[in-house]
């Protein structure tokens, strides 16, 4: 239920960012801004242990390894992306974009979890079968 776990957690965090379309306080906008890390942080702690479900322990580095390239990569595309974005779009509607983003990231690994997943299970279990 890792995917799934995951996927809930990002359908929560991306309405929390929604709050930057009003004018609310200070306050509560840093309580959005926390659950949303928050969400996002109890659907990613997830993320390791389904590669290790999933993938053999030799290839199990390179995957993590990977992922952590590819993380780097795009927070730092999307600081660079921000940075060029506040002189036409103001950080209010940054934020609902990245909200957007999070929700898209929600669907797809939902998608995973209803389709993919069980198809990667079954393969990985007919593996363990094999030897």
């Known amino acids: 239920r890792r995917l799934l776990i995951q996927g809930v957690m990002h359908l929560l965090a991306a309405p ?16 959005a801004i926390f659950m949303h890390g928050f969400f996002r942080a109890l659907g990613s702690v997830n993320e ?3 590669l290790c479900d999933l993938l053999p322990p030799h290839r199990r580095g390179t995957a993590i390894g990977m992922m952590n390239a590819m993380n780097t990569f795009i927070g730092g595309a999307g600081v660079l992306l921000s940075g ?27 998608i995973g979890y209803r389709w993919v997943l069980p198809k990667d299970l079954a393969r990985k279990q007919q593996q363990v079968s094999a030897t």
């Open 48 to 50: 390791l242990p389904l």
């Open 16 to 31: 929390l960012l929604f709050a930057f379309l009003g004018r609310p306080a200070v306050g509560v906008l840093g309580l």
């Open 84 to 110: 060029l974005l506040m002189g036409r779009a103001g950080l209010r509607e940054i934020f609902v974009g990245l909200a957007g983003v999070v929700l898209l990231a929600a669907v797809l690994s939902l």
